[in-house]
């Protein structure tokens, strides 16, 4: 597996986290692989052969070739049909909403392809351009022309939406909302309407993703072999708490998660 991630230009630091690719060989035969949330947005172009998505243990679609996968707040598998040749773009949880006049909670939990977001000739050739380009340094080139033209110039999100979204990720998800929102009590049930209209996810939900990013970081970087360590430094109750989020997000237990076959590809990603 060859995975690699590339930043992006100034003018899009603050809402694309970066680029990344990815390479496998169609002999590698890989297995199913479960995917679990990371709190981001991604558009992604396939340019291998197909890749599924499985809707239930048997049932599957086919990614589309040109998406946007929005907030997910469960693991799902996909599974290589061959040659995996993938370029994306991953989205701060805030992003994505400044390119786009649709509500981002309709994104969640699935893949939307382009043509539903953008006019299909303008998809079809963005997709034909990143086809067609010699490398990802060209491929960054034409994503970035087309991001930059279509970033509203008056923001979508409003202020107390990012300083939320900044708060969640400054804390490693552990912040409480009535911290952040000590100024703005008497917002939260606005916040929490424009949030999940804007991020796609409500600010709990969010900050459940970030904090299980953070203690899966630490688990797969070996920072202790401790899970009890890795549960009070992530700031969970006990280790009890750190293992039914971890499961709720993953499938599975801290311990077999590491030893699981099916999260090479996760393993890659958020190590």
């Known amino acids: 597996m060859n995975y690699q991630t590339f930043q992006p230009h100034q003018d899009l ?40 998505r499985y809707t239930s243990q048997d049932e599957f679609i086919l990614q589309p070739r040109a998406m946007v996968l929005g907030q997910t707040l469960a693991p799902f598998f ?25 509500p981002i909670e309709q994104l969640a939990n699935k893949e939307t392809p382009l043509t539903s977001l953008f006019e ?14 010699e490398d990802t340094k060209q491929r ?32 490693n998800g552990t912040a409480a909302i009535t911290t952040i929102l000590k100024d703005y009590l008497s917002k939260r049930r606005q916040l929490e309407r424009n949030f999940k209209k804007q991020i796609g996810v409500s600010p709990k939900q969010l900050g459940k993703v970030i904090r299980l990013q953070s203690a899966l970081k630490m ?21 009890a708490h750190f293992n039914k989020d971890f499961k709720e997000f993953t499938g599975i237990s801290p311990t077999a998660f590491l030893s699981n076959e099916q999260m090479a590809l996760s393993t890659l990603f958020y190590k």
Request: aromatic content about 12%; glycine content about 4%.
């Open 13 to 52: 630091k603050a809402l694309v986290s970066c680029y990344w690719t990815l390479e496998i060989p169609a002999e590698y035969n890989a297995e199913r692989q479960r995917i679990v949330p990371d709190g981001c947005i991604e558009m992604a172009f396939i340019l291998g052969d197909e890749i599924k």
């Open 78 to 102: 996909i599974e290589p049909t061959g040659y995996v040749n993938t370029f994306a773009i991953r989205f701060y949880p805030y992003g994505f909403a400044n390119f786009v006049t649709k």
């Open 120 to 133: 299909a000739s303008i998809v079809n050739e963005l997709e034909r351009n990143i086809i067609n380009a």
């Open 140 to 171: 960054i080139v034409v994503i970035e022309k087309f991001l930059l033209e279509r970033l509203n110039e008056q923001s979508t999100i409003d202020t107390i939406v990012k300083q939320t979204v900044d708060a969640l990720l400054s804390s």
């Open 219 to 239: 688990l797969l970087n070996k920072e202790t072999d401790s899970l009890t360590k890795i549960a009070y430094e992530s700031d969970y109750f006990d280790q």
